[in-house]
């Protein structure tokens, strides 16, 4: 999911000797079949080959990856959060396709077009982005939360665990190190790796109007 923490993902495993991600762009549903498709995509990945994806669930999509040898890995993020990167984002990538429009708008209108959508530009709502990568939630593949990662406390055993889905051992040594490098400001999409943030630009109307859109959707997000 977009603004929900594929990139520090990726930075996690290309952080290991024998991960790195090919020359290919971040796949999503409008570049896809640049590619090919799915399926021609995964046909040449290579074993070490690291590919992020903002891919809508689909049973087509779903069974294409559980009937080959790659190792999916969902990342999810508190969608509140994901509210906030997202009117950031908009202003600081000026490639981004809503930028001419976001430049000129106030942060909280930025925040409230981050809820909502625009429509006539074609920016989704929050809720549409819930709902089109919910199904993922709901399959066998593991589940990596962004907040999680960004916790010292917690980061050793989940990268200790995320090597040992993907097959790999780690010494303490490099997990360490990993931990350590993960959280890099020269990412494009990096802003502060915080977690929370959130509480800080929603509130009052805005988070009223967050709830009323999205909040059974954040629930069964894992989040309250």
Known sequence: MPKAGTHLIERVLCLHPNLYRPFVRTVHSKNLESYGGLDTLLRRLKPG?????HLHYTEAFYDMLRNTNVKPIVVIRDPRDIVVSRAFYVVRNRKHYYYPYAKDLTLEKR??????????????????TLEWFEGWLNTEFPISRFEEFVDPEQ???????????????????????????????????????????????????????FLETCGDLMQRYGYE
């Open 49 to 53: 080959h690291v590919l992020i994806t």
């Open 111 to 128: 925040l409230y077009h981050a809820i909502i959508g625009d429509t006539k530009r074609g920016y989704p709502s929050m809720k549409q």
């Open 155 to 209: 980061r050793l055993c989940l990268i200790e665990n995320l090597f040992a889905y993907l097959g790999l051992t780690l010494t303490q040594h490099q997990i360490a190190s990993i931990s350590e490098q993960i959280i890099s400001s020269a990412s494009p999409t990096f802003r502060k790796g915080a977690t929370g943030e959130w509480r800080k630009y929603l509130q009052g109307d805005l988070y009223n109007l």
